[in-house]
Every structure is written in C-alpha cells, then in structure tokens.
C-alpha cells in the first residue's frame, strides 16, 4: 500500500512540475511575442514620418504612398504572429519599392532628416529581426518541450497547444525586382 501511495505522490509531483515547467514555456512566448510586437509599432511610428519625408521630393509617387500606407495598417492591424507574418511581409516589400524611389532624388538622400529616419528604421529592422529570432526561438523550445513523451500525453489536457512562429517571406521579397515608374 505504502508502494502505491508513493507512485501517486511521485506522479502528481511530476504533473506539477510538468505544468508549471509548460506554465513559465508559454509565459516566455508571450513576453518574447510582446517584445516583438514593440518593435513592430517602433517601425510603424517611423514610417509615417518617412513617407512624409520622402512626399516632399517625390509628389508624383502617390500611388508608392498610398501602398505603404495601406500595407501599414494592414500590419497594425494584424493579430498574432501568423497574420502579423503575412502583414509584415507585404509591409516590408512596399518599404523596399520606398527607397527604391528615393534611389532617384539624390537631394532626398542629402536630406539630413530622411537619413536620420533611414538610419533609425535600419537599426529597428535589425531590433525586429534579433526579437523575431528570440520569439521563434521560445516558441521553438515551448512546442518541442509540448511535443515530448510524455509531456505530449498531458499537454493537450492541461490546455497547452503549440505556438506560431513568425516568419517573413523575405526570400520571395528579395527575388522580386522593384519597380519604379515615373511616367
């Protein structure tokens, strides 16, 4: 009897220890999902102020404009990580097809202002891409730990389902020439 209480004891300390192991995996996904997310609205604060920048040089570039601002709402507006990917994305391009057209006004790249804000959505794209990396690389232990014998056999009872990572089709994007028309 004393054996049975024991092997109870030993599995309920197990469950425990299991849950709250899987309890801080998760948390960590949603702090670095978080840490993600403040990067993304640093970028989309800049942005606005760069395509303001950038109207003043180039006025016939409505249509560019009008894409980038598109593609940033879509992106403010996307919920998660795998919307967010895909919003991300598309938001990504239209900033390429951005400095394309800044590639043709060499008083726009003189322009102190606008390279300043280059310089800082350079700088935060590289704070997306460490943040992305982190938050991938949580999600990554968080679904390999839920995913695990026996954790597996539990998991999905105690409410644990495995997590998105966060992509950008940034090799598709670097594929595509951008296209600047100035007629």
Not at 32 to 37: L, R, S
Not at 150 to 176: I, K, S, Y
């Amino acid at each position: 009897m004393m054996w049975v209480l024991l092997v109870i004891v030993v599995i309920a300390v197990y469950v425990v220890m299991l849950y709250n192991g899987l309890v801080t995996l998760r948390q960590r996904v949603k702090n670095a999902w978080a840490q993600v997310d403040v990067q993304l609205k640093r970028r989309y604060d800049l942005i606005p102020n760069l395509v303001n920048t950038v109207k003043g040089y180039a006025t016939h570039e409505r249509g560019t404009f009008e894409e980038i601002t598109k593609a940033r709402s879509q992106a403010m507006s996307a919920s998660g990580p795998a919307e967010a990917s895909e919003a991300e994305s598309a938001l990504t391009g239209t900033l390429r097809t951005l400095f394309a057209v800044a590639e043709n006004y060499p008083e726009l790249k003189a322009d102190a202002n606008f390279r300043e804000l280059q310089k800082e959505l350079s700088d935060t794209e590289s704070k997306i891409a460490y943040s992305r990396q982190f938050y991938n690389d949580t999600v990554q232990r968080f679904n390999i730990r839920i995913q695990q014998f026996p954790a597996v056999l539990l998991a999905g009872m105690l409410g644990f389902q495995g997590q998105p990572f966060f992509t950008l089709d940034e090799a598709a994007q670097e594929r595509q020439a951008v296209t600047v028309d100035f007629s």
